[in-house]
Nanobody, 127 residues
């Protein structure tokens, strides 16, 4: 059974940076394409970034491309999201997720393909 726990959220001023972490437990992590998503109040869940299980492939939403960087450490079972140049519109609950069915070089971008989700960590950007 895979469990995901996000951390690193908080309050940051506009223009600032944060690094989110996602800790995984369970052997299946090695089979996961991992993704980061967010959901703001009243809005749909939004894809942000994904990384393949072999770390070779990454993909980003246009809204965060050039500002956010996804990475993973398979030995530590960790996934990270480095966020910079944060703006008020980045305020949301941020989630990590696992797609254990993805092929080895695929960074999954479709939320419906993710089977396991964390509980989320709140990011609030103040102006």
């Amino acid at each position: 059974q895979l469990q995901l726990v996000e951390s690193g959220g908080g309050l940051v001023q506009a223009g600032g940076s944060l690094r989110l972490s996602c800790a995984a437990s369970g052997w299946i992590f090695s089979r996961c394409s991992m993704g980061w998503f967010r959901q703001a109040p009243g809005k749909d869940r939004e894809f942000l970034a994904a990384i393949s299980r072999n770390t070779i492939s990454t993909d980003y939403a246009d809204s965060v491309k050039g500002r956010f960087v996804i990475s993973r450490d398979n030995a530590k079972k960790m996934v990270y999201l480095q966020m910079s140049s944060l703006q008020r519109e980045d305020t949301a609950l941020y989630y990590c997720a696992c797609d254990a069915q993805a092929l080895v070089g695929i960074a999954t971008t479709t939320p419906e393909n993710y089977e396991t989700w964390g509980q989320g960590t709140q990011v609030t950007v103040s102006s």
